[in-house]
Every structure is written in structure tokens, then in C-alpha cells.
């Protein structure tokens, strides 16, 4: 079993950027699929990005591709999230999640969450 700790949330106007980090701990990272959700007050949990095992594909959805980047270190045991960019709607709690199958919405494994608010 994995544990995820996120951090980096804050606040930042628009326009600018932030980078999260999720730190696992137990089992070795390298053994999970990795991905980011968040979720705004009132709305449902949003799937932000994917990566697998090895870095080697990664997945966004339309409302964040060409400003948001994960990246992976196994070494290190941590999966980022690049943020640029940011804008008033991206603001919600950032959950880091982790999962041993294969589709991208069955993840098993949250850390508590970040928050991230974006001014205007």
C-alpha cells in the first residue's frame, strides 16, 4: 500500500504559476499509475492528468492540456504538477491519487489534498 502527502497549493493570481508535488511513501511509486484530480466547491471531482509507471504516456483533459505538466521522479518517490497559466476557474483542492490498474479513472490510493486558489 502506498501513502501520498501533497503539497505547493496557495494562492496566485492569474496569469502566474505553481508546481505541486506529491510525495508516496510504503510501496515504491514505480509499482502505481499516477494522476492528479481536483475539485472546486459544488462541483464533482475533475481528472487533471494521468501518467504511467514509467513517464512514458501522459494524459490531460482539454481544460488544462498546454498549461498543466506532470512528471514523475521513481527515484525520489514524488509526481509533480506544473501549473502555468493559472486561471480563476482552475482554483479547487488538488488530490493526488495512485492506482495499480489500468484505466484512468480507477484510482485506489488519495492523499489528503492542496489547495490552489487562483485570484483574478
Known amino acids: 500500500q502506498v501513502q501520498l502527502v501533497e503539497s505547493g497549493g496557495g494562492l496566485v493570481q492569474a496569469g502566474g504559476s505553481l508546481r505541486l508535488s506529491c510525495a508516496a511513501s510504503?510501496?515504491?511509486?514505480?509499482?502505481?499509475?499516477m494522476g492528479w484530480f481536483r475539485q472546486a466547491p459544488g462541483k464533482e471531482r475533475e481528472f487533471v492528468s494521468g501518467i504511467t509507471r514509467y513517464g512514458e504516456v501522459t494524459r490531460y483533459p482539454d481544460s488544462v492540456k498546454g498549461r498543466f505538466t506532470i512528471s514523475r521522479d521513481n527515484t525520489k518517490n514524488t509526481v509533480y504538477l506544473q501549473m502555468n497559466n493559472l486561471k480563476p476557474e482552475d482554483t479547487a483542492v488538488y488530490y493526488c491519487?495512485?492506482?495499480?490498474?489500468?484505466?484512468?479513472?480507477?484510482?485506489?490510493?488519495w492523499g489528503q489534498g492542496t489547495q490552489v486558489t487562483v485570484s483574478s
Open positions: 491519487a495512485a492506482t495499480t490498474r489500468g484505466a484512468w479513472d480507477e484510482f485506489d490510493y
Open positions: 510504503g510501496r515504491s511509486m514505480f509499482n502505481y499509475r
